[in-house]
């Protein structure tokens, strides 16, 4: 099983800041890896796949880029309806997620 | 826009099968643009796929998991469906039912709200 390991746990980072979250393989995944947000008591929202791709209707804040085993999300400059959990999934090997990173308000 | 709403039991016995269906609104599941698939997010493990499956019925399972789970389609009734058999406490969680797009490798694009099944006697 392939395992993703995020980081850091948790950004703590004010409104306008820029975000850059982490996510590392543990074996190649090619540009087989997609990012996720969740926010709570909502069903997670896919905003980029195949490492940079942004999936329809996502906002151009939202960037991807990496391959083989390390990836990363950036969000250029935080709005508050960002604030939220953060998950990468790949689907090199089956498909594994990371365990998530929390972006919350500083 | 397509719509999509899991449901069965919210409570299931140990070594018991769980059962949930999702029902497709707005949109055809009989499409050749997707593929419908389940997950499942469990408040120590996080989220997990389970499997999906194309209208004509090939399915791909979770290895994890292949030996307790099927996944069916009901054309018919715009559904389709989640068996996992031999369940334990660790199956516990909310379970989310969603249409996986090709255009965006098989990710999905629309989920249902989810829906809380715990494992217990």
């Known amino acids: 099983e392939i395992v993703l390991t995020q980081s850091p746990a948790t950004l703590s980072l004010s409104p306008g800041e820029r975000a850059t979250l982490s996510c590392r393989a543990s074996q190649s995944v090619s540009t087989f890896l997609a990012w996720y947000q969740l926010k709570p008591g909502q069903a997670p929202r896919l905003l980029i796949y195949d490492a940079s791709n942004r999936a329809p209707g996502i906002p151009a804040r939202f960037s991807g880029g990496g391959s083989g085993t390390d990836f990363t999300l950036t969000i250029s400059s935080l709005e508050p309806e960002d604030f939220a959990v953060y998950y990468c999934q790949q689907r090199s090997n089956w498909r594994t997620f990371g365990q998530g990173t929390k972006v919350e308000i500083k | 826009q397509v719509q999509l709403q899991e449901s069965g039991p919210g409570l299931v016995k140990p070594s018991q099968t769980l059962s949930l269906t999702c029902t497709v609104s707005?949109?055809?599941?009989?499409?050749?643009?997707?593929?419908w698939g389940w997950l499942r997010r469990h408040p120590v493990k996080g989220l997990e796929w389970i499997g999906y499956?194309?209208?004509?019925?090939?399915?791909f399972y979770n290895p994890s998991l292949q030996s307790r789970v099927a996944l069916s389609v009901d054309t018919s009734m715009n559904q389709f469906s989640l068996k996992l058999t031999s369940v334990t406490a660790a199956d516990s969680g909310v379970y989310y039912c969603?249409?996986?797009?090709?255009?965006?490798?098989?990710?999905?694009?629309?989920w249902g709200r989810g829906t809380l099944v715990t494992v217990s006697s």
């Open positions: 499956i194309y209208y004509r019925g090939s399915a």
């Open positions: 707005g949109g055809s599941i009989s499409s050749n643009a997707y593929y």
């Open positions: 969603a249409r996986l797009l090709a255009a965006t490798a098989l990710n999905p694009d629309s």
